[in-house]
């Protein structure tokens, strides 16, 4: 599989979300920490993150540089292949409340609060959770 | 000292939370009600107490867009089945006015209704006076053809026995009341709080039927939004609204404002064409901001400010200057409302206190009179002399603090409060010059001795200074009281078992003899002015509101179901009233009297069925009685008329309701019919100088709305939106004709059938 995920790149500041798909064959190719970003559809908080925070040039820059990013809904619908596994939804149709079984997997033991901000390290181990909304600052700081 | 050697035994307890269809709910919080064990469930639901005690005790379950889930558990239970319930009526919603501070709606001792976003979009309205009916016990009515002025009547007693709050502050004064209610655009309305009855003491004794708190937007994201509203008042006269929200909050949620604004502009309409307009015409300009700042994670400064500029006229040839027409009741508004919040948290949240600060200025030109059907020249000179200048100010400000213990919470404050109201129609040689000041101080504790038992016991004292001059043509009055008032209050609330809560509560209210909101305003009947005067030695009006109600809520089997049936009891002891004077001068005079003791009493019922989260249902209905201890006089006796006595209060309907369903057809598409019950109800009549009692028939107004969403863009919407208000056409049909009416003789809805669309863009969820 071919990954056209620019490992190195000169003063872009654009932010770069990558998905699960991708993820495996990345951290195989080049590994690096991984952040995951866990929202949903009413989460007023998450939409401000994902608008404001995660878009500053700073923020975007340091991500880029050193993180994978993945953001997933908790509630979504999809289908997700990740980790030699297929996540199924439990149903097709969107409902406030009802988990995809990888966010209820990523949330083992926390609770089911957004935003979530996972980080794991190269060998995919969780290192750190964050469940709050971050301003630049904070998930600055929470990176470092 | 003896050492208890006693322990009890200790076991693990094992479960698994799922939803109605057995799908497994993960991230569930499991706790004891003793707090000493909480935890999380698994991706299969499942979850495991380790060493709790093995004795009866209570676990609470809860998830976001789950119903709380309370129940027993005892000694012998090791792995049980927890089912939980989706909330689609929002039950666990967040409110402010039972306690003053913010506490779960099921869990607020009192009652609180809240009337949110969903609810103003449903019945189209622009103005708060257009949504407060869809409410168990509440009644908006119009009271003035020339002037629209418009009453919130809860549980059956009149529009100055409410407080209106902003942000929890009292700064509508008796003037703002007068047309406030079309006055506050629902744009910058967050969402209304109803607590009908005297059970909510803390915001000022005077609230004797209730309070109603209007809190403004507090945002969180970049928003914006524009909308225009359109409505064709009975096939004939256009009201058009334009208004828009735009919010702002720095990424690091420190500072953030939001503003808002609205311009209306609606023609009058007259219903039965004979020029004169049953419906005003009205200008309206409203803009207002909101900003917090947070110098730290321990404090906040929050600022509001707004200005309203209103235009309103009825009677007849609108083109010409007031002076010259038959009857106008013109009146001009300007108002400034504004006020400074500084909020302190301590010892990790669980302590705070608050200073504040809330103010309204308003003047307002006013012209009530005419040269009526067949002018001579003294009716001229009155005329061009019927302007009159009104200067209002009002002031609000004070402490409080709130210590939350564990279970418990204890809220104490002080307030000082001022109104100056200054009226004057020289024409008339009319003035209200009133100035009242007061200082109140108020403790209430929150105990929770048992998970299934709280109560809410509270005092509030207030020492009040009327003082006021009155007069009106040669009669001078003047009243001027000093006196402190203990007002307690006390209200349980006792979950009998999962479905079923009690509420019970007194409270004892009272209102200082002073002009009220119907005070300000003129009316015109027969061609007269009708001038309300202030009565001599005037006592103090005092209440006592009881009230007891249950609350069932119920799943049948994915259907969210809750009932409400409360009933209510609230004792006037010297109420105030008006009575019409028998003189036969160039103006009529109601004077304001004590009357005989009086009561209200009825039951409020509310049902909200949610089958799912595409459709609820919610409808309600009070019936009631609103009487006199003994027959009350509402007009003396003269000439050609005798006395006019009545026990029963008038323009109260014993019976009246709402209806409330909404439908979310697709995500884009959305279908909302409302409804209001108005029964029938006495009201008087004067024609030829002469009043009669009569009674009214009873109307059911439908309203329809249909809206369509297009998503444009990820950061914009565009929604177009349409339907009819009063699809049935209820409304009065017997309105009097000609200069000489009885501008009071106006009951039931605000407006004929109605065809209302509109356009709504933006970035909106």
């Not at chain 2, 003035?144 to 026995?161: K, T």
């Not at chain 2, 027969?526 to 809520?553: C, H, M, P, R, W």
């Not at chain 2, 003791?597 to 039951?603: E, I, N, Q, R």
């Not at chain 2, 003269?638 to 209060?649: L, W």
Request: hydrophobic share 35%.
């Amino acid at each position: 599989m071919i990954t056209l995920y620019p490992l190195s790149h000169y003063g872009q500041e654009r932010i770069i979300w990558t998905n699960f798909q991708q993820l495996d064959s990345l951290l195989s190719v080049a590994p690096r920490e991984t952040i995951i970003f866990i929202h949903t559809d009413w989460c007023s908080y998450c939409r401000k993150m994902e608008k404001e925070v995660f878009t500053k040039k700073e923020i975007a820059e340091l991500i880029n540089d050193n993180y994978y990013l993945i953001k997933l809904d908790a509630e979504s619908v999809e289908e997700i292949n990740f980790d030699q596994h297929t996540w199924k939804p439990q149903s097709f149709k969107k409902q406030t409340g009802v988990y995809h079984p990888l966010a209820s997997i990523l949330l083992t033991n926390q609770k089911m609060i957004f935003p979530t901000i996972l980080r794991y390290d190269k060998t995919f181990k969780l290192k750190a959770v964050q469940q709050k909304y971050l301003s630049s600052k904070e998930l600055a700081s929470f990176l470092r | 000292m003896l050492i208890s050697i006693y322990t009890y035994a200790q076991h693990t307890l094992k479960g698994k939370i799922s939803n109605h269809e057995g799908k497994a709910i993960s991230g569930a919080t499991i706790s004891l009600e003793n707090g000493t064990h909480t935890t999380v469930s698994d991706t299969s639901g499942n979850f495991e107490l380790q060493k709790i005690t093995s004795q009866r005790q209570s676990i609470q379950i809860s998830a976001i867009g789950y119903q709380t889930l309370k129940q027993t558990i005892l000694p012998s239970d090791t792995t049980i089945q927890f089912k939980l319930n989706t909330d689609n009526l929002h039950l666990n919603e967040v409110v402010v006015s039972a306690t003053r501070y913010g506490v779960s709606k099921k869990e607020a001792p009192v009652i609180v209704q809240v009337l949110g976003p969903k609810l103003f979009q449903a019945t189209q309205s622009v103005a708060m006076s257009e949504t407060l009916n869809y409410q168990p016990g509440v009644r908006v009515e119009n009271n003035c053809q020339n002037c629209g002025f418009s009453q919130v009547r809860l549980n059956g007693l009149e529009g100055a026995y409410s407080q209106i709050l902003i942000n929890s502050r009292s700064v509508f004064s008796a003037l703002n009341s007068v047309y406030g209610l079309d006055q506050l655009p629902t744009s910058m309305i967050d969402r209304i709080e109803v607590v009908r009855s005297g059970g909510s003491a803390l915001f000022g004794a005077n609230a004797i039927a209730g309070t109603i708190n209007i809190i403004t937007k507090d945002p969180v994201e970049n928003d914006w939004q524009i909308k225009s509203t359109n409505s064709l008042i009975g096939g004939r006269s256009w009201d058009n609204t334009v208004d828009f929200n735009t919010s702002y909050v720095d990424e690091d949620l420190k500072t953030g404002v939001t503003f808002y604004g609205m311009h209306r502009n609606r023609q009058p309409f007259d219903k039965n064409k004979d020029g004169f307009s049953e419906i005003t015409k009205l200008n309206n300009t409203t803009f207002g901001t909101k900003a917090f700042f947070k110098p730290s994670d321990v404090n906040k400064i929050t600022v509001d400010f707004s200005t309203i500029q209103e235009f309103r006229r009825g009677g007849d040839q609108f083109n010409k200057a007031p002076h010259f027409t038959a009857i106008t009741e013109q009146l001009e508004t300007s108002s400034l409302i504004g006020g400074i919040t500084y909020d302190h948290y301590l010892s990790d949240y669980k302590q705070k206190i608050s200073v504040y600060a809330s103010g309204q200025k308003t003047t307002r030109k006013s012209f009530y009179g005419g040269l009526g059907e067949v002018p001579t020249a003294t009716d001229s000179l009155r005329a061009a002399n019927s302007y009159g200048d009104t200067d209002d100010v009002s002031f609000v400000t004070g402490t409080q603090y709130t210590n939350n213990f564990d279970e418990d919470v204890f809220t104490g404050g002080i307030e000082f409060n001022y109104n100056k109201t200054n009226d004057q129609i020289p024409g008339y040689q009319r003035i209200i010059d009133q100035k009242t000041k007061g200082v109140g101080t108020y403790a209430q504790y929150e105990w929770k001795p048992l998970s299934s038992f709280k109560a809410l016991i509270g005092m509030r004292y207030d020492y009040i200074f009327v003082d006021g001059n009155y007069q009106l043509q040669q009669v001078e009055r003047s009243s001027q009281k000093n006196f402190g008032s203990w007002n307690p209050r006390l209200t349980i609330l006792y979950d009998i078992n999962n479905n079923i809560q009690f509420r019970g509560g007194y409270a004892r209210g009272f209102r200082a003899p002073q002009a009220f909101n119907e005070d300000m305003h003129v009316t015109s009947i027969g061609g007269k002015q009708v001038f309300v005067l202030i009565g001599e030695d005037l006592k103090t009006e005092y209440s006592n509101a009881y009230t007891g109600s249950f609350n069932l809520s119920r799943n049948f089997g994915n259907t969210q179901t809750s009932l409400l049936v409360e009933g209510f009891y609230t004792q006037l002891n010297n109420p105030f009233t008006t009575v019409l004077k028998s003189e036969s001068n160039d103006i009529m005079i109601e004077e304001m009297r004590n009357g005989t003791d009086a009561y209200v009493f009825g039951t409020n019922v509310e049902l909200n069925i949610a089958p799912s989260s595409i459709f609820s249902l919610q409808a309600g209905g009070t019936i009631q009685r609103s009487r006199f201890q003994s027959e009350q006089l509402i007009a003396e006796a003269k000439p050609g008329q005798e006395a006019i006595m009545s026990k029963d209060f008038l323009r109260t309907p014993n019976v009246y309701g709402y209806l409330n369903a909404n439908w979310k057809a697709t995500e884009r598409f959305a279908v909302d019919v409302t409804g209001v019950y108005t029964g029938d109800m006495k009201i008087s009549h004067i024609q030829q100088e002469i009043m009669t009692l009569k009674n009214t028939h009873d109307f059911m107004e439908l309203n329809l709305r249909l809206g369509y969403t297009f998503a444009i863009h990820k950061d914009f919407n565009l929604e177009l939106f349409g339907g009819v208000q009063n699809m049935f056409n209820a409304f009065q049909k017997d309105f009097d004709r000609g200069a000489n009416r009885d501008s009071n003789y106006i009951y039931g809805p605000t407006k004929p059938r109605t065809i209302t669309f509109g356009i709504k863009i933006g970035h909106f969820h």
